[in-house]
């Protein structure tokens, strides 16, 4: 399963989930100013930055703010 991790304020991760409905897409979404344990994880795979969108595909890989097009062609 994808999970895309986000904040409430984030007009990207937004866009992005939108899009992957869109798309059909199955994935979870994890809100990371709830989630202190996905908060570190996000910036585990950032470089220490909490930044989001960050979408972790099935095969565990981490994309950091990607696109629609950058995540379909991850999983696709």
Request: negative net charge; charged residues 10%.
């Amino acid at each position: 399963m994808i999970t895309m991790y986000s904040t409430s304020w984030c007009g990207y991760c937004i866009r992005l989930k939108s899009q992957m409905k869109r798309a059909g897409l199955n994935f979870q979404e994890i809100n990371i100013e709830h989630d202190p344990a996905a908060a570190e994880f996000v910036g585990s795979v950032n470089g220490g930055n909490h930044v989001v969108p960050t979408v972790v595909l099935p095969d565990g890989s981490a994309l950091t703010n990607p696109s629609i097009g950058q995540v379909l062609s991850a999983v696709n």
